[in-house]
T-cell receptor, first 113, second 109 residues
Framework: DAGVIQSPRHEVTEMGQEVTLRCKPISGHNSLFWYRQTMMRGLELLIYFNNNVPIDDSGMPEDRFSAKMPNASFSTLKIQPSEPRDSAVYFC???????????FGPGTRLTVL | LAKTTQPISMDSYEGQEVNITCSHNNIATNDYITWYQQFPSQGPRFIIQGYKTKVTNEVASLFIPADRKSSTLSLPRVSLSDTAVYYCLVGLNDYKLSFGAGTTVTVRA
């Protein structure tokens, strides 16, 4: 298995632009997580999906952030409009309900100028 | 979620054993203790999980005393490639992992 796949790996954009991050979880996993990591705040859980349904989005910072999971093999995290304070590494992770171990993707490093 | 406390950083040399202790005084009866490892520019990776006593796998050992208010991750004979951030997490097979700041382990030649 290729593991969790994220794209793009790096994204540089200007303030006000829309940013879309993509994630393909490990096949067969039914839970998907989006995290954000910064030096100041560490690793924060943004949103959690189970069987493609958002279960907990309490970590989503504000309305500018939205996430979707249209099917079991794909999820997106969108920021619109982006701001410099959104600059961070965004990780996607997936897990199987039978095993609580979360498998993380390589992350997307987002820089908003 | 049970709060965890672990050292900010630790230094070691190649070939030595590294022990990282994590305090979790308010651990709940059903909580498990899980450790993740994160290398620079990578996502965290599961290392080991335990409930009580001792757990060992090919990477590390996890020691948990009877009161479960702390746990110690033991990395035997570390190498330079073990330089990473190590996170201690406590929870009930729960999706809401709280990673905290972790312990930065630096292994020197």
């Amino acid at each position: 298995d290729a593991g969790v796949i994220q794209s793009p790996r790096h994204e540089v954009t200007e303030m006000g632009q829309e940013v879309t991050l993509r994630c393909k979880p490990i096949s067969g996993h039914n839970s998907l997580f989006w995290y954000r990591q910064t030096m100041m705040r560490g690793l924060e859980l943004l949103i959690y999906f189970n069987n493609n349904v958002p279960i907990d989005d309490s970590g989503m910072p504000e309305d500018r952030f939205s996430a979707k999971m249209p099917n079991a093999s794909f999820s997106t995290l969108k920021i619109q409009p982006s701001e410099p304070r959104d600059s961070a590494v965004y990780f996607c992770a997936s897990s199987s309900r039978d095993d609580n171990e979360q498998f993380f993707g390589p992350g997307t490093r987002l820089t908003v100028l | 979620l049970a709060k965890t406390t672990q050292p900010i950083s630790m230094d070691s040399y190649e070939g030595q054993e590294v022990n990282i202790t994590c305090s979790h005084n308010n651990i709940a009866t059903n909580d498990y203790i899980t450790w993740y490892q994160q290398f620079p520019s990578q996502g965290p990776r599961f290392i080991i999980q335990g409930y009580k006593t001792k757990v060992t796998n090919e990477v590390a050992s996890l020691f948990i005393p009877a009161d479960r208010k702390s746990s110690t991750l033991s990395l035997p004979r570390v190498s330079l490639s073990d330089t990473a951030v190590y996170y201690c997490l406590v929870g009930l097979n729960d999706y809401k992992l709280s990673f905290g700041a972790g312990t930065t382990v630096t292994v020197r030649a």
